[in-house]
């Protein structure tokens, strides 16, 4: 739990508490698991959280919204999984523990209830298979059926079962997202697995569907460069389109995507909406016949489809105020960005022409964030005093924001000058003592 706790943002362990208190008023047994897990003991920043119930969690998504102010994402009915995003900019996904059986390769599976042993063991990867207990009787207790920690250990990718490529062919195109991710090496017996998959030709039997899954998940990767450039490697990149090949593979403009998105401190980029952003940056070379019929392999909707055009509109925007002469104060700098969505601003980033645009963003995230991060809950309380607000109320909020405005707008104080050291008075011959005068 202390491990935890070290990984996690002030946010992040809000929303860990908040679903305590929703599982245990519910009486279901709850779990900290999938990527969360993977990516604390490997000691990589926990972007996401995976809570498991065992039990349909949709009442508790529906508190969730009202007492918490959550806002549903996502539904997947047939696993009975919901993804969540809090105040703060924090996503959460809340499914059921649950067993998948595939009757026929690349098939629609049978999900059914299942206990939290259950469920891990019928998972992709060792590395994915780990679970924490939340609960008041185990708390901070490890579940590792897989040996998935040793596996972290070691820093190897390894399939579960045999079939984890003939049950989902899309895990091909996962097991590389995690190899880039995590860098991590892939097992030989897993390696093998996934050459006898292709060769099977299951590459073929991946719907629509789920290659939109696996391009939702590819557009949150941070390394989105890294990862195209080692799906096109595969030959795997040609599965959403024939046309991202050659030099209609934008890689020049993934590389500046990346760049973008590394520069961001950390937490920053995962409040974005990143599926219109990697879409123009992926699509920006194809005509519109070639970008319609990626759409259309990845069953992506109306709404996502349109999502770059709409970004672009909505950046121009913030382009013209953030080039204008009002934002002399880095407080007015400050709200003007954080006002816009984060997408937009990254946008503006790789694509804004204008360099006073690029630079008072770069100001924003080396200079202003920093400064703004060193205002904690605890000095806001202080300030407030004994008959202050809780933290996360609206008006701790309010008072915080003021208290990082006059921050950032307070000028430095200047070192009071150092006196340069006077040097000290040269001696006489006589002064130096008498094995001097004999040495002479």
Known sequence: MFMLESHLSAEQHRVVGFIQELATSAGTNLYLTGGAMRDMLGGFPVRDLDFTVEANPAKLVKIAEKKYSATLVSTDELRKSHELRFPGGVTASLGMARAERYPKSGGR????????????????FTVNAIALSLNRASLGLPIDPTNGIGDIERKEIRAIHNYLFYDDPSRMLRMIRFKVRLGYAIDERTRLQYENAREAEMLERIDPEALGVELRHMAKEILSHDLVEALEQEKLIGLFSPA?????LNLPGLQKLQ????????????????????????TEKLNAKETAA???????????????????????????????????????LYQAVTRASSEQVLYLLV????????????????KYLPAAAEVTDDM????????????????????????????????????????????????SSFARGPGLRHAR
């Open 109 to 124: 599976p049978q999900v059914s209830a299942a206990t939290i042993h259950e469920d891990l063991r019928t998972r992709d």
């Open 244 to 248: 991202l090949s050659g030099a209609k």
């Open 259 to 282: 760049k973008a998105r590394q520069m961001a401190p950390f937490g920053y980029e995962a409040t974005a909406h990143c599926l219109p952003l990697f879409l123009a940056a992926l």
């Open 294 to 332: 990626l759409i259309k392999a990845a069953a992506l909707t109306k709404s996502e489809a349109g999502g770059p055009q709409k970004l672009e509109a909505g950046s121009k925007k913030l382009e013209r105020e953030l080039k204008g002469g009002k934002l002399q104060k880095p407080s007015l």
């Open 351 to 366: 694509y804004s022409a204008q360099r006073i645009v690029t630079d008072r963003i770069r100001n924003y995230f080396q």
């Open 380 to 427: 806001v309380s202080a300030s407030l005093g004994p008959a202050g607000a809780a933290p996360g109320s609206p008006k701790f909020q309010r008072a915080k924001d003021e208290m990082i405005l006059t921050r950032l707008d307070a000028r430095p104080k200047k070192p009071a000058p150092v006196p340069e050291p006077v040097p000290p008075p040269p001696m």
